[in-house]
Structures are given as structure tokens and as C-alpha cells.
């Protein structure tokens, strides 16, 4: 079982900056991937950035550039550091992590809102 735990949302205006972190309850090693997902009102959930154990990342067209997935292997934390918030990132933020063991499970934080102001 990974407990996942957010934290850093909250209300900024348009332009400004905001970091997210993701504190998992067990070694991220044994996590394949982790990342973030966001939804907005009214819509679906949507992939936002993804680290994998090695290193890699992936992001969403729409916050390349504005957005840095890392992680910190010592204190088994995910960040996403958000430059040039627009409104259109606001949403619930959720963390997610798959396990290294088969067969992969998905966990999933509570979530966090980012709520951003133009």
C-alpha cells in the first residue's frame, strides 16, 4: 500500500508561481512512475507531467515549458514547479504513483486545488 500526500495549492494570480509536492509512504524506488494528473471543473482528468524512476520526463503541450517535474529520492518526494501560472491550469491536482511490482498498481492523493486568478 503507498500513501501519497499533496500539498502547495492555492490561489495565485496570473503569471505567478506555485510548487507541488508529493510525499509517497514507501522508498520511491519501488515506484515505476510518478506524476500528476489535474482536473477542472467540468472536465476530465488530464496527465500533466510524469517522472519515471530512472529519470525521465514527460509533459502536457500545454505546460512544456511552464512546468518541471524532480524528484528528491532521499525524502520520497515528487515536486511540480509551476512558472507563468494561466487560468486555465486552474483544477484539482492529484498525485499518482505505479509500483515497480507485477502487476503495476495505481495510487492516487487526495488531491490539491490550484485555483489561478487573471
Known amino acids: 500500500q503507498v500513501q501519497l500526500v499533496e500539498s502547495g495549492g492555492g490561489l495565485v494570480q496570473a503569471g505567478e508561481s506555485l510548487r507541488l509536492s508529493c510525499a509517497a509512504s514507501v522508498s520511491i524506488f519501488s515506484i515505476n512512475a510518478m506524476g500528476w494528473y489535474r482536473q477542472a471543473p467540468g472536465k476530465q482528468r488530464e496527465l500533466v507531467a510524469t517522472?519515471?524512476?530512472?529519470?525521465?520526463?514527460n509533459y502536457a503541450d500545454s505546460v512544456k515549458d511552464r512546468f518541471t517535474i524532480s524528484r528528491d529520492n532521499a525524502k520520497n518526494t515528487v515536486y511540480l514547479q509551476m512558472y507563468s501560472l494561466k487560468p486555465e491550469d486552474t483544477g484539482v491536482y492529484y498525485c499518482?504513483?505505479?509500483?515497480?511490482?507485477?502487476?503495476?498498481?495505481?495510487?492516487w492523493g487526495q488531491g490539491t486545488q490550484v485555483v489561478v486568478s487573471s
Open positions: 499518482y504513483a505505479v509500483t515497480s511490482a507485477f502487476p503495476p498498481r495505481y495510487y
Open positions: 517522472i519515471t524512476s530512472g529519470g525521465s520526463t
